[in-house]
């Protein structure tokens, strides 16, 4: 009994936090790859959500400021 309690304490102690770094990491690098795709969703979605055109406040592709640099959208 005593062998279990302590593999359950190293699994929730230790390798839990190795396994949910690991998790983390490999889930991020999903999404990057999902985002340079340009398939990973940027929006809110449902019922009467209209999503972003190109160029629209809030998308990500309008000027800063008149000095800004065109942004390729």
């Given at each position: 009994?005593?062998a279990?309690?302590?593999?359950f304490?190293?699994d929730?102690?230790?390798?839990?936090?190795?396994?949910?770094?690991?998790?983390q990491?490999?889930?991020?690098?999903?999404?990057?790859?999902?985002?340079?795709?340009?398939?990973?969703?940027?929006?809110?979605?449902?019922?009467?959500?209209?999503?972003?055109?190109?160029?629209?406040?809030?998308?990500?592709?309008?000027?800063?400021?008149a000095?800004?640099?065109?942004?390729?959208?």
């Amino acid at each position: 009994m005593a062998a279990l309690l302590l593999g359950f304490a190293v699994d929730v102690g230790l390798l839990g936090h190795v396994r949910h770094a690991r998790d983390q990491q490999v889930d991020y690098a999903a999404l990057r790859g999902d985002l340079a795709d340009g398939i990973a969703p940027v929006g809110g979605s449902g019922e009467g959500v209209k999503p972003l055109t190109s160029g629209s406040p809030g998308s990500g592709c309008a000027r800063s400021s008149a000095r800004a640099p065109p942004r390729r959208c």
